[in-house]
């Protein structure tokens, strides 16, 4: 009888250890577990910017560019996602950015291109970690807790759907279509999938503040990687020109130390230029010409500048547009600058 109580209380007391064990065992991995997050976590860069910092500096505030960022911003308190599809150098990249910044939301950016996988968007696992920890929970006996983390680290658009950022994918139609399958329940459904990832948390519920502003060249959108047209649907359509003379010259003024004749006569001959020839000459290479200019110097007894001058920076400045750059190429385009000048 004495010895089937005392086998009980060994018994029952074994137990009591044996789940006090347990209970510590847990509680060590769990707390292991939340330090090889938060690592995890503090290692990632943050792509996340201040918008002051994203606001581009100078930016000029004419009532096209007004207009076209009221716009912007307008669809975008409507809950729909913005494309900006236009030229090269027209400016689409300042008006995105400065939209994004008025939002006063933090901004996530992304530039497209060929390398842009679902990965590059959503993220992915960056290798395993081992946490190792020396435990003396009961007096004397120590054991050891070795957790291996796989540690995930989140890219930009997994950021920026949970913190309700602005995100800016510059060059959208430069990546691969099916990068953007992601895109379309985040839109749709409100629910962004990180495939790869295990867990409860695979899925990301976007941010109600999470918005987003596309850009795309007109040409590339056209030809180089077809989007999917669901996607498309699901987007506004904002195309954006080359601003009218009047806001051309204010940028120019804007970036560059000219006096306002010499930016008129640039902006006109840009303007011509534009009409003239083959290639894309956007409001960068006005700016880039007068940047040109201002070290040049090329002025005649007149005061203007002169056509030798004008010709040979807007050449310089267009050259690389001109397919195969041979020398043949080039001259061509010098003749059809000279021209127009
Ligand atoms: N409102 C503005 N105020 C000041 N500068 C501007 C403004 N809009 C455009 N710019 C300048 O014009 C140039 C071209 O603009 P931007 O880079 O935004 O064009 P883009 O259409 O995005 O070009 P790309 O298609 O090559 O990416 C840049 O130097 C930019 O700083």
């Known amino acids: 009888?004495?010895?089937?109580?005392?086998?009980?209380?060994?018994?029952?007391?074994?137990?009591?250890?044996?789940?006090?064990?347990?209970?510590?065992?847990?509680?060590?991995?769990?707390?292991?577990?939340?330090?090889?997050?938060?690592?995890g976590e503090r290692s990632g860069d943050t792509p996340l910017s201040d918008p002051a910092e994203v606001a581009p500096d100078p930016f000029v505030e004419t009532d096209a560019v007004a207009s076209l960022r009221g716009r912007i911003n307008g669809w975008l308190d409507a809950d729909q996602p913005v494309h900006l599809i236009g030229p090269t150098g027209c400016g689409k990249?300042?008006?995105?950015?400065?939209?994004?910044?008025?939002?006063?939301?933090?901004?996530?950016?992304?530039?497209?291109?060929?390398?842009?996988?679902?990965?590059?968007?959503?993220?992915?696992?960056?290798?395993?970690?081992?946490?190792?920890?020396?435990?003396?929970?009961?007096?004397?006996?120590?054991?050891?807790?070795e957790i291996v983390r796989e540690r995930w680290?989140?890219?930009?658009?997994?950021?920026?759907?949970?913190?309700?950022?602005t995100l800016v994918y510059n060059e959208f139609s430069r990546s691969d279509?099916?990068?953007?399958?992601?895109?379309?329940?985040?839109?749709?459904?409100?629910?962004?999938?990180?495939?790869?990832?295990?867990?409860?948390?695979?899925?990301?519920?976007?941010?109600?503040?999470?918005?987003?502003?596309?850009?795309?060249?007109?040409?590339?959108?056209?030809g180089v990687h077809?989007?999917?047209?669901?996607?498309?649907?699901?987007?506004?359509?904002?195309?954006?020109?080359?601003?009218?003379?009047?806001?051309?010259?204010?940028?120019?003024?804007?970036h560059v130390d000219l006096a306002e004749e010499d930016i008129a006569t640039i902006v006109e001959t840009t303007r011509a230029l534009r009409d003239e020839l083959d290639v894309v000459v956007g409001t960068r290479a006005a700016i880039t010409a007068a940047k040109g200019l201002t070290i040049f110097d090329g002025h005649d007894e007149t005061g203007e500048f002169d056509d030798e001058t004008l010709t040979t920076v807007f050449t310089d400045v267009l050259a690389p547009k001109v397919v195969g750059n041979n020398g043949e190429d080039v001259d061509h385009l010098r003749s059809q600058i000279a021209e127009t000048v």
């Not at 679902?118 to 050891?144: I, N």
């Not at 399958?181 to 999470?210: A, C, M, Q, Y």
């Open 153 to 165: 680290v989140d890219n930009p658009l997994s950021v920026a759907v949970r913190e309700g950022a």
């Open 177 to 222: 279509p099916a990068a953007h399958n992601v895109l379309l329940s985040v839109f749709e459904e409100g629910v962004l999938e990180r495939p790869g990832k295990r867990g409860d948390d695979r899925t990301i519920d976007v941010h109600p503040d999470f918005r987003a502003i596309l850009t795309s060249n007109d040409v590339e959108y056209a």
């Open 1 to 39: 009888m004495a010895d089937d109580a005392s086998r009980k209380r060994k018994v029952r007391g074994k137990k009591i250890r044996a789940s006090r064990e347990q209970k510590e065992g847990r509680r060590a991995k769990k707390e292991l577990a939340r330090k090889a997050s938060n690592a």
């Open 226 to 254: 077809k989007q999917q047209d669901a996607l498309l649907d699901r987007f506004i359509g904002v195309h954006v020109d080359y601003y009218d003379d009047e806001t051309e010259r204010a940028i120019v003024d804007a």
């Open 93 to 145: 990249t300042a008006l995105a950015l400065s939209a994004a910044a008025e939002r006063g939301r933090p901004v996530v950016w992304i530039n497209g291109d060929e390398a842009v996988d679902t990965a590059a968007l959503v993220g992915d696992h960056a290798g395993g970690e081992r946490y190792k920890e020396d435990d003396q929970f009961v007096g004397g006996v120590s054991k050891q807790t």
